[in-house]
C-alpha cells in the first residue's frame, strides 16, 4: 500500500484508526496502530472518568487524563499518535489545547462543526488540523470560515461513510455476537442519531427506566439531563468496563461480520493482504 501525507507528516500504512469513546480507543490501541506504520487515534471522550483519583473537578481530571493518555502512548512508540475532540463535548477547547501544549501530531474532530479548530495553535505548534465530516457541504463550510478567519486550510479531511458507528464505546465481544438485525439507529443525548448494538439497557432506555436523577459531569454542549433519557457519559464507561446492563456498544453497520477479536497486527496484515488482492484483480 502507498504511503500518504498529512501535512509534511508520512503514513507509511495508509490506515487511520477511528478514535472511539469512551475509554475504547486509548493509548494501547493507538500505539498498536502507529507501530504498524498508521495513525493511532486515542480519544478524549469521559477521560475525567478513566482518571478518577487524586483532586480537582472533572473538567481538570480530564486534561490530566489526556496528558497521560499522550504520555503512554509516546512511551510505546515513535509512530504517528493523534487525538479525537468531539466538538460536541462541553471541555473540546481544554482538549484541544492539551493535546497541541502535548505536541500531538494530530487532531481529529468532528460531531459538530470545528469552526474555531485553528485558533488553539501557537506559531510554535506542529500539530496537524483533520476535521471530520459526512457531507461535502460541511467540508465546504469549514474551508470557507478557516481560511476567512485564520488564512488556515484542513492538513487533511476525514470522511465519514453512512455505515460509521459512532458516536463511543463497550467490549469488543459484543459484535463477535451480534447479527445484522442488531445493529440500530439510536438518538443519543449528544443531539444526534448513533449506531449502536440492540440490548438491555437500549430497551430500558425506550421505556423510560434510564432518566438521570443528577448530572455532575456536565460533558456534552448540548445536554439538559433534565429532559435526557440516559447519561451518555455513564453508558458508554459502563459498557467499556463490560456492564451492558447498564449501558451499550455504540457499532458500524457491519460489525456483525466480526467473528473473532483480532489484534492489530493481525488486522493491518489482513488488510494489505486484501488490499493488495483487490488491486491485482482490477489490474
Ligand atoms: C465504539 C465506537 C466509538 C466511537 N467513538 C467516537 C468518538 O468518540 N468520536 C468520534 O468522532 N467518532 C467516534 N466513533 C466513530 C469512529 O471514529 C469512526 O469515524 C467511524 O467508525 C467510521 O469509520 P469506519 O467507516 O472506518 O468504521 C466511534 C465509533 C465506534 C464504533
Not at 11 to 39: C, D, F, Y
Not at 149 to 173: Q, R, S
Not at 235 to 259: D, I, R, T, V
Request: aromatic share 8%.
Amino acid at each position: 500500500m502507498k504511503s500518504f501525507f498529512i501535512g509534511n507528516i508520512e503514513i507509511k500504512t495508509p490506515v487511520i484508526q477511528g478514535g472511539m469513546g469512551v475509554g475504547i480507543s486509548l493509548s494501547g490501541l493507538a500505539s498498536a496502530v502507529a507501530n504498524e506504520g498508521g495513525v493511532g487515534v486515542i480519544s478524549c471522550a469521559g477521560l475525567g472518568l478513566l482518571y478518577p483519583k487524586g483532586k480537582g473537578t472533572y473538567p481538570e481530571k480530564c486534561i490530566n487524563g489526556l496528558k497521560e493518555e499522550i504520555r503512554k502512548a509516546r512511551a510505546k512508540t515513535k509512530g504517528i499518535i493523534g487525538v479525537n475532540v468531539m466538538v460536541a463535548l462541553s471541555n473540546y477547547a481544554d482538549m484541544v489545547r492539551t493535546a497541541i501544549e502535548e505536541k500531538i501530531d494530530v487532531v481529529f474532530s468532528g460531531a459538530g462543526l470545528p469552526l474555531d479548530l485553528p485558533s488553539y495553535l501557537t506559531p510554535e505548534s506542529t500539530t496537524k488540523l483533520v476535521p471530520i465530516v459526512s457531507s461535502s457541504r460541511a467540508a465546504k463550510i469549514i474551508c470557507d470560515k478557516w481560511q476567512k478567519n485564520y488564512n488556515y486550510l484542513p492538513d487533511a479531511i476525514v470522511v465519514e461513510g453512512p455505515k460509521a458507528g459512532g458516536h463511543l464505546g463497550f467490549k469488543k465481544e459484543q459484535y463477535i455476537h451480534s447479527k445484522s438485525e442488531d445493529v440500530l439507529i439510536i438518538e443519543s443525548p449528544v443531539g444526534m442519531p448513533g449506531r449502536a448494538i440492540d440490548g438491555e439497557f437500549i430497551h430500558n432506555v425506550n421505556s423510560g427506566l434510564e432518566r438521570p436523577k443528577s448530572c455532575s459531569f456536565h460533558c456534552i454542549k448540548t445536554c439538559d439531563y433534565t429532559k435526557s433519557p440516559y447519561c451518555i457519559i455513564k453508558a458508554l464507561y459502563n459498557a467499556a468496563k463490560g456492564n451492558m446492563k447498564k449501558g451499550y456498544a455504540f457499532a458500524g453497520s457491519n460489525a456483525f461480520l466480526a467473528e473473532k477479536i483480532s489484534s492489530v497486527k493481525e488486522v493491518m496484515s489482513t488488510l494489505e493482504r486484501e488490499f493488495f488482492l483487490a488491486t491485482h484483480k482490477l489490474a
